[in-house]
Each structure stands twice: as C-alpha cells, then as structure tokens.
C-alpha cells in the first residue's frame, strides 16, 4: 500500500472516530446525553477531555467552562452543571466507548513493515508490562493501592505493544492490587501462533509458558533466581545450583547455553547465561544492597553469585537465533519503559487529579485516546522513515511536534487530516532520531549485534533495570 492510500485509510479511521452524529448517538446510548436540547456536545466532551486537558491538566471547572464556550459558542453549561455530568457513570461509559473505538482504529494493520531478519519468523512481537499512576487518598476504596511508598490509592495501566508495527495493542485499566500474572493470563489466552511474547520477571508464570508453547508460539524470559533447573527430565533429576555448575563446568566462557528444564514440570528450554562484566556485576551487587537494606534485611550469598550473570530463556530454535544475540533481542522489551516515560512527561497520564472515581476515569481515557491518536501516527510514520530515509523516527520529537500550534485537536477533524499528514511529511526531516555513536536497539538486531559486543557502562544503562 503506498503512502496516499495509507493516508486515506487513516482518514476514515478518524471519520469512524470523530463523526459527530455518531459521537452524539453513542453519548445517548450511554446517558451521557438525555435530552434533544442538550447544552453540550458530545464532540467537545470528548475535545475538552483529551486534548485541551492535555495542555493543561489541573484545568479547574470554570476554566472548562470556558473552553467549552471557546469551541462551540452554543455551548450553555454552568460550572455545576458540569461536574454533575464528569461524575456520573455515563461519563465514563461514553468516553470508555470512544477509547475502545479509538484502540480498534489504531491496531488496524494499514501497512508492513519487514521487521531484521532476527524478528521475520514471527508473526507479532509483542511486549508486555505495566506502570503505576497515584491517585488521591481518599480514592482508595476505587482505587485500591498498594500502600508504603506506592500510595493509598492507585491504578496500573497493562500495555501491550506490538514491536513489529511499532503500534499499540492492547490497554488495560486495573486496580494497583492486581498482579502481573493474572494479566498475562489473559494476553496467552489471546496468543497465535508464531507470536513471539516478552516481559518482565513480573510476569513469570511457567504455567503461561508452558501454553505459549503449546499454542506453537514463542517466548524470551529472563530466569527468576526462584525458579528450579534441572539438567534431566527424569523423575529422579535433582535441582542444581545453577550458577555452581556454571563456575564448574565453564570457569572461562563469556556466554553459555543449556538445555534444561524448569520447575516441578520440567519444562524444557534453551538457558543462556552472559557472564557480565565486575563494574556491572559490583552495581548490581550495590543495588541489591540498597533494596535489602529498606527491608532490614541482608542479600543471601547465592543471590550476590546469581548477579554475576544475566540468565535468559527461550523457546526459540537455535538455528533462528543464535546464542550471542539473546540478550540484544531482550532490550527490545526496554522499549516499552521509554513508552511509559513519554506517557507520563509529554502525555501526561499520571495527572489525574480530583476526588471523584468518575472524574479520574473521565480523564484517563481521555488521555488514553490521545495515545491512541499518537500511536495511529507513530506506526506509519516510523514506516515511512525507514523506508525512505533508512533511519528511526524519533517517538518524542513526534509527540512534541503533535502537541505544538494545537495539532492534536485537529486530528479530531479528519476532513483537515491530508493537509496536517502532508505537513508532517515535509517536517520529517526535523523528527528522526539523532545519529550517535552508539546503536540504536532497532540498528543493533539489523547488525546481529551480540550481547557483549561493546559492552560498557553506557550499555549498562539500557540494562540497568535487570539487577
């Protein structure tokens, strides 16, 4: 598909979005709007939510008042008036219906890109993970938290991403309470074959692994220190101390690989083993310290062994990935870190201030349509500047260009799309990455570059987060 048929696809996307008969039919099916003679529009909620909160997030109720007026001078709402229609269920369930509009449009596959020759045999690569937002106290009973230094009252918000079109898949909204591995459940439910799965030790579960196989699809992991290995399968295999068998068995070599088998299941993968570098390992082993130490407690000498080494493992055939490139396949997975970081300083998403539950999902789907819109551009144009110009486009200095001369309102206008797109286009220059000396993660899978090639406390920072 080339770029003017792309264009148009997304238009009608926006069009599906942002029509505003539809808008006023879906706010009435959810009693966001009761009445014929309304004195606000379901389009300007959803403008006011998303892009004008964005500009300014601890916009007071007058002030959206007075942004209401500024978009539609036959907006009629007193300040009351609209808080009573922001904390009220149909609120919510009106803007939760335009997100879930807004997320289907962006995850429609529009365009292919032909992803290093490391990530071809999958069908999607998807990463996983989740970050945390603080709310208000006395939203607890909401918005349970986890308490200590994560707050009385909190949300988590779950994001998959598929790396392969540089798209969102999925978002979702839980309690801070709920856990990483009732999440990934879910996601293994939704797997297809030859997808390819990574996440965090948060999210380890080798009862999810062990389906991601079953279901012919695949998986990176690093190794919780927790988990049992085996070197048979044998009802009568003993668990080993896998980092003695190391020092034993490979005293001298950088990377290591075993076939083994974890738990009580015995479930067989590939273990690959780096031996880090000592400025790293002594880092780690200083961090470890700090953590142990807020707990009263002291690190076992087993643990402080374990942090010699980053463990990995996988499914994936050898004769697909070989053993050196491992670990730089798993920075893939930071990728989505630096997503989090970009929703929080430029989108904003942890601003969520008020006392009313309803008004604090009002906003964050707001936000989240946002993202959507961000991420409906993202993909297609980090497609074209690679296509054209063979390097990255820059997801900051994208985002930056959207918030500027109010860009992402007029997305919410698709009859205007074309000319901002084209506008785009011409600028694209000014948003690709920066060359630098060091590789980015996308650059480093075209070159197979291994693991431990250049290997510095520069690179350490990518990694910084596996201690």
Same mark, same amino acid.
């Given at each position: 598909m080339n770029l003017s048929s792309i264009i148009s696809v997304m238009q009608e996307n926006l069009y599906t979005i942002f029509d505003k008969d539809e808008l006023s039919t879906l706010a009435k099916d959810h009693r966001f709007i009761v009445r014929s003679t309304n004195r606000i529009e379901a389009?300007?909620?959803?403008? #006011?939510?998303?892009?004008?909160?964005?500009?300014?997030?601890?916009?007071?109720?007058?002030?959206?008042?007075?942004?209401?007026? =500024?978009?539609?001078?036959?907006?009629?709402?007193?300040?009351?008036?609209?808080? &009573?229609?922001?904390n009220s269920s149909g609120a919510v369930d009106f803007m939760y219906a335009v997100f879930v509009d807004c997320l289907s449009q962006a995850v429609k596959n529009v365009f292919d890109i032909t992803p290093p020759q490391l990530l071809t045999p999958f069908r999607r690569i998807l990463l996983q993970?989740? =970050?945390?937002?603080?709310?208000?106290?006395?939203?607890?009973?909401?918005?349970?938290?986890?308490?200590?230094?994560?707050?009385k009252a909190a949300l988590k918000l779950h994001l998959v991403y598929d790396y392969r079109r540089h798209q969102i898949s999925e978002v979702l909204q839980t309690n801070a309470t709920t856990s990483e591995t009732e999440i990934g459940k879910a996601l293994v439910e939704k797997i297809l074959p030859d997808d390819l799965v990574m996440r965090d030790l948060g999210y380890f579960c080798l009862e999810q692994l062990t389906k991601i196989d079953e279901k012919q699809a695949f998986f990176l992991s690093r190794l919780p220190s927790s988990v049992?290995?085996?070197?048979?399968?044998?009802?009568?295999?003993?668990? %080993?101390?896998?980092?003695?068998?190391?020092?034993?068995?490979?005293?001298?070599? *950088?990377? %290591?690989?075993?076939? /083994?088998?974890?738990?009580?299941? !015995?479930?067989?993968?590939?273990?690959?083993?780096?031996?880090l570098?000592?400025?790293?390992?002594?880092?780690?082993?200083?961090?470890?310290?700090? *953590?142990?130490?807020? !707990?009263?407690r002291t690190p076992k000498k087993e643990y402080l062994q374990w942090l010699s080494f980053s463990f990995y493992i996988t499914n994936v055939p050898l004769k697909i990935w070989t053993t050196d490139v491992i670990g730089t396949i798993y920075r893939l997975r930071w990728q989505i870190e630096l997503?989090?970081?970009?929703?929080?300083? #430029?989108?904003? %998403?942890?601003?969520?201030?008020? !006392?009313?539950?309803?008004? %604090?999902?009002?906003?964050?789907?707001?936000?989240?349509?946002?993202?959507?819109?961000?991420?409906?551009?993202?993909? /297609?144009?980090?497609?074209?500047?690679?296509?054209?110009?063979?390097?990255?486009?820059?997801?900051?200095?994208?985002? !930056?260009?959207?918030?500027?001369?109010?860009?992402? *309102?007029?997305?919410? &206008?698709?009859?205007?799309?074309?000319?901002?797109?084209?506008? #785009?286009? &011409?600028?694209?220059?000014?948003? #690709?990455?920066?060359?630098?000396?060091?590789?980015? =993660?996308?650059?480093?899978?075209?070159?197979?570059? =291994?693991?431990?090639?250049?290997?510095?406390?520069?690179?350490?920072e990518v990694l910084k987060k596996v201690a």
């Open positions: 389009i300007d909620f959803v403008e #006011l939510m998303t892009v004008q909160l964005l500009k300014n997030p601890f916009l007071s109720l007058s002030g959206m008042c007075d942004i209401l007026k =500024t978009i539609n001078p036959n907006t009629d709402i007193s300040r009351q008036g609209l808080q &009573q229609r922001i993970d989740s =970050t945390q937002i603080k709310l208000n106290g006395v939203l607890s009973d909401a918005f349970c938290g986890c308490g200590g230094s994560g707050g049992g290995v085996y070197l048979s399968n044998a009802p009568e295999a003993c668990e %080993i101390n896998i980092v003695d068998y190391i020092q034993t068995h490979f005293p001298h070599q *950088a990377i %290591i690989e075993i076939n /083994v088998y974890l738990g009580k299941e !015995k479930f067989p993968v590939r273990l690959i083993a780096y031996r570098p000592e400025e790293i390992v002594n880092q780690r082993r200083r961090r470890a310290y700090q *953590a142990a130490r807020k !707990k009263s997503i989090f970081k970009q929703w929080k300083s #430029l989108l904003k %998403i942890d601003f969520l201030s008020g !006392k009313s539950p309803y008004r %604090i999902e009002c906003f964050l789907y707001g936000r989240l349509i946002c993202i959507c819109l961000v991420s409906l551009i993202y993909g /297609v144009v980090w497609w074209y500047s690679w296509l054209k110009f063979d390097r990255e486009v820059s997801s900051d200095k994208l985002i !930056k260009w959207l918030l500027r001369n109010n860009r992402m *309102a007029k997305l919410m &206008q698709p009859q205007g799309f074309p000319s901002l797109f084209n506008q #785009l286009i &011409q600028q694209i220059n000014q948003l #690709l990455k920066d060359k630098r000396k060091r590789k980015t =993660t996308y650059q480093s899978l075209i070159d197979k570059q =291994t693991f431990n090639e250049n290997f510095s406390l520069d690179t350490y």
